[in-house]
């Protein structure tokens, strides 16, 4: 299990500036879900929530170096409901290779 080979020792960031690894998991979980729901229109990362970690560790052969974990609001033709917790697992130079979307 990737959680059990990563350390989670960093807190959530509530900084000003949002860290780029956020803002790419944010993109591709949007293009992921309006993939699926044409309805989407918006994903809103919870700051407050985020979780983000430096991790070396591997999924098979595959390296994982950021996990990242908080909750979202999935925003359906302009209204949001309650938010949902997702991870993202970022590999090499940022590289996006999963996010996963599931409701509290």
Known sequence: MIAAAVAFASGAHAQATVDPAVTA????????????????TDL????????????????????????ILG??????????????????LLGEKGKVLLTFFTAQ
């Open 25 to 40: 998991c944010k993109s591709t979980g949007l293009l992921a879900l309006q993939e699926r729901s044409p309805e989407v």
């Open 71 to 88: 909750e979202a609001y999935i925003a359906r033709k302009e209204k949001t409901g309650k938010p949902d917790r997702f991870v993202c």
């Open 44 to 67: 809103v990362m919870d700051i407050e929530s985020l979780a983000v970690s430096k991790a070396d560790t591997k999924v098979g052969d595959v390296p994982i170096k950021t996990v």
